[in-house]
């Protein structure tokens, strides 16, 4: 098949340039490196079967990539993730979601290729339904500092959902729960990255208010997993991915201080606006609708992902 991935050189967009190229397909990744990095797909420059552009999708597509090869599946995942990289660069967050979602969805139609959309489990919001189903609605604070990310993974499923009735494209959105692994930019200010390095580094690790919010967190494998099953589904509604195993911040930077020798204390901070006070999915329609559920444990994902850090700590 050929393949275009958006933000195909960020941490989860190279993990399914990998996974599609060991399958055999074309991959076309695009990325303008916001917060992509070259390093996560540099191992694949030399496989003919890859191709990477520096390209801003939430600009009108170059004609090339359009006119480029006939599209078997467009995958969007183009956009910042973590809450400190959103609030730095707001507009861009907000237009890759809705413009550049646009604009693929436009490739999609024209194409007659299938579409599929990394939305996410801030859709939700603050959720005061636990855990959370693909049915709740949420609870988003419309103007608040997470409305850069929230409401654009929002409005992106509302453009989706008008292009699927409108003009019949095929479609897949999956929400995806805090995902963790190898690829992870380390600067990317989320507590998977801050802790793990604050412990290695025996520099304080931050917790953000209390620590007792929650959050489950996913490996890559099991995401990519997931994606791969749904493609191959025939259902086009949001479907949830992620670890239903839900863990206190405080529980989690506990799981770190197993896992890494250090002398870090932890600090306590000021809980940013907004933070969501709990998450954790409800993944029965995936068990059902595609037989998947998350195989990782914690810590032997955290043991995985310490191993890509200390390297990338050394190099
Ligand atoms: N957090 C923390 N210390 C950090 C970074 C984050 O306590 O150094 C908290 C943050 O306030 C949130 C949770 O950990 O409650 C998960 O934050 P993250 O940025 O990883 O992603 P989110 O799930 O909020 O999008």
Redesign the pocket.
Known sequence: MNILITGGAGFIGSHLCEHFLNQGHFVLALDNLCTGRLKNIEEFKSNPQFKFENVDVSKPLPAAISGLKKWDWIFHFASPA??PKYFSIPIETMTVNAEGTRHLLELARTTNAKFFYSSTS?VYGDPLVHPQPESYWGNVNSIGVRSIYDEAKRYAEAMIYSYHREFKVDVRVIRIF?TYGPKMDPED????T??MFQALRNQPM????D?K?T?SFQYVSDLVDGIDRLMKADYVLPVNLGNPDEFT?LEFAEKVKQLVPTQSTLVFQP??QD??KQ?KPIISLAKSLLQWEPKVKLADGLAKTLLYFKSSENN
């Open positions: 973590s809450p801030e805090n200010g989320r507590v998977v801050n802790l931050t917790i953000y208010g620590g919010q959050r911040i809980l940013p933070d969501p998450r």
